[in-house]
């Protein structure tokens, strides 16, 4: 445990030392939750009901959900593909702790001071928006949304670790990165409740990882999913926990064949 919490103790000190990058990047989330919320605005203008949704729920759709998002997301694909690039990856796998182990730690470390700042930037927008945001205190259903959003945390980790694999055999894995970012931002229900798909699209995406880090989250908060389906979803997170987990495994066994230790 001392030797995990001197890792993540040594990424938070490194982060501290870019904290200009550390805040810009709040303030480019601030903005981009606006926009949502200035987007729908728009949309309801001379409306009370959108596909089910008042424009209340919706703007507490989007801040709860956007709330929901920065603590699960990770950058941990691009410091995998980093270190197997430069060959720092040789010096870790001299170590008695894990490669995935270090990571893990490290990636707590390094992103801790931001999400903590963008939690603290989400909530001074909901705090702007207090007399709109709908408020809910059912401690069962935030229990349940909080055991969701751990899961969905491990999902995530999961997949950037696998896209971060890739560099085994491309080197580079950005446009990977980005492209699966983007999948996983219109799917996660981050542009628009999933609901709003055709019926066969918005069922099939319950059954992937990406909806329990925005969209079925944010459904429990506002009442319209009950617990039974939230507890469904979380087999379904369950499920690919596993299956990703194999695939990480997989993956790293066959990369580290690949790997010649490229820099060192």
């Avoid at 938070?12 to 990047?25: E, K, N, S």
């Avoid at 950058?75 to 894990?98: C, H, N, Y």
């Avoid at 019926?199 to 990882?209: D, E, H, I, T």
Wanted: charged share 15%; aromatic share 16%; net charge positive.
């Amino acid at each position: 445990m001392k030797t995990y919490l001197a890792i993540i103790n040594a990424y938070w000190q490194r982060a501290l030392t870019y904290r200009a990058t550390v805040i810009g990047y709040r303030f480019g989330e601030i903005g981009e939750v606006l926009v949502l919320i200035l987007m729908w605005s728009a949309i309801y203008s001379g409306r009370e009901v959108v596909q089910g949704y008042a424009l209340q729920e919706m703007i507490t759709y989007v801040l709860i959900g956007s709330f929901f998002h920065v603590i699960v997301r990770n950058w941990l694909a691009t410091v995998v593909a980093f270190d197997i690039k430069e060959g720092r990856l040789s010096m870790f796998l001299l170590r008695p702790l894990s490669y995935f182990e270090f990571v893990l730690a490290r990636e707590v470390g390094r992103i801790s001071l931001a999400t903590l700042l963008s939690v603290g930037s989400q909530a001074l927008v909901m705090v702007f928006f207090a007399k709109i945001i709908i408020v809910n205190f059912d401690a069962a259903r935030l229990a349940l949304i909080g055991v969701m959003l751990v899961l969905a945390f491990l999902n995530e980790l999961l997949i950037s670790f696998i896209v971060g694999c890739i560099a085994f055999w491309t080197d580079e894995v950005d446009g990977l990165h980005s492209t699966i970012e983007r999948i996983k931002r219109f799917f996660s229900g981050g542009y628009f409740p999933l609901s709003l798909l055709p019926p066969a699209f918005f069922g099939a995406s319950l059954y992937g990882p990406f909806a329990y880090s925005f969209f079925v989250p944010a459904q429990l908060y506002l009442g319209k999913m009950d617990a039974g389906e939230g507890l469904k979803g979380i087999v379904v997170q369950l499920a690919w926990i596993g299956m990703l987990g194999g695939a990480a495994a997989v993956t790293w066994k066959l990369g580290l064949k690949k790997y010649e230790g490229v820099g060192i």
